[in-house]
C-alpha cells in the first residue's frame, strides 16, 4: 500500500520533468555515477531529481541535455518550460499563511490541490472547502479547531476562500462533490449560514465543470462510512492520487491499487446519490424549508 505522511509532495510539473530526464539518461545509454563526474554533480542530487524529490535550474537541466546528446530545439525548451513551471509553482501564494497551514498540516494537500485538473470528493460532515461560504468556513473552523486564536481562524478562512480561485478562469478544475446529507443536517441551528450556502451551492451547480450530489439518509449503509476523501487527477503523464482526511495524520495514496479502491468507492456512492437534477431540487426544498 503506497502510503505517504506529511508529505514534501512533488508538483506535476516536477514529476514529468523527472521522467523525461531519466528516460533521455538512459537512451544514451550513461549511468548515473557518468553523468554525475561530467557535469560535475552529486550523485545522490542526480538521483533525487531523476525521481522527482529535488527541484532544478534551467542550468544544470541545459548540461544534463548536453551531456545526453539533445540538441533538438524543440524537446529543449519543452524540458526548461518544465522547470519555470515547476519554479513557478514552488512560489506558493498559501506560503504567508504558512504559520498556520504548518500547525494544521494542509500544506501538503494544497500542493496537491493546485496542480489538480479534476477533483472527485466524497464528503460525509461537511460542504466541499471549494464550495464553502465564508461564513460556513469560519463556522467550521472555529468549531473543528478550539486550539487556534481568532486570527489564525481568520488566516485559515482567507485561505480556504483563495483555494476557489481553481473553479474559476479559462480551465478550471473539474469537480464532482458526493456530498452526505448529514453535513446539511448539521446546519438546522444556524439557518441563516445554511440558507447562504444552500443558495451558494444551486449557484456553483449551474456551471458545467461542477457536479454536485446528495447522499440522502435514505440509502443506509454504503462503502464510504470509512469518511471523507479527494481523488485527484493531473495532466499526463502523471497518476492519480487520492487524499484520505483523517485529523492530524491526513495521508494520501498514490499507488494504483489504492486509487482503483477509492475510485471504486466513488462510484458507488455516485451511483447511489441523488442525480445532478434530483440533488438541486433537495436543496431548492431545503433553502424554501427555511
Known sequence: MAMKRNPALKSVYRRQLAARLRELREQAELKMAEVAARIEINQGSLSRIE????????????????????????????????????????????????????????????????????????????????????????QVI?????????????????VRMNRKRLLEGANPVKLWAVIDEAAFR???????????????LLTMMERTHITVQILPFSVGHHPGLDGSFVLMGFPEPNPEVVWVENGPNSVYFEGAVDVER????????????LGPPESRRRLNGMSKEL
Open 186 to 200: 448539521r446546519l438546522a441551528e444556524t439557518p441563516e449560514v445554511l440558507r447562504e450556502q444552500l443558495d451558494h
Open 142 to 158: 472555529t468549531a473543528m479547531r478550539v486550539d487556534l486564536a481568532p486570527k489564525q481562524v481568520d488566516a485559515l478562512v482567507k
Open 51 to 138: 525521481s522527482g524529490d529535488r527541484g532544478t535550474s534551467p542550468v544544470l537541466v541545459k548540461a544534463m541535455l548536453d551531456c545526453y546528446g539533445v540538441t533538438d530545439p524543440a524537446v529543449r525548451e519543452d524540458l526548461l518550460d518544465l522547470v519555470r513551471a515547476d519554479q513557478a509553482q514552488r512560489q506558493q501564494w498559501w506560503r504567508k499563511y504558512s504559520a498556520v497551514i504548518n500547525t494544521t498540516q494542509y500544506g501538503g494537500y494544497l500542493t496537491l490541490e493546485s496542480s489538480a485538473t479534476t477533483l472527485r470528493n466524497y464528503e460525509t460532515e461537511l460542504i466541499p472547502g471549494l464550495l464553502q461560504t465564508e461564513a460556513y468556513a469560519r
Open 262 to 273: 477509492y475510485t471504486e468507492i466513488f462510484d458507488h456512492l455516485r451511483a447511489r446519490a
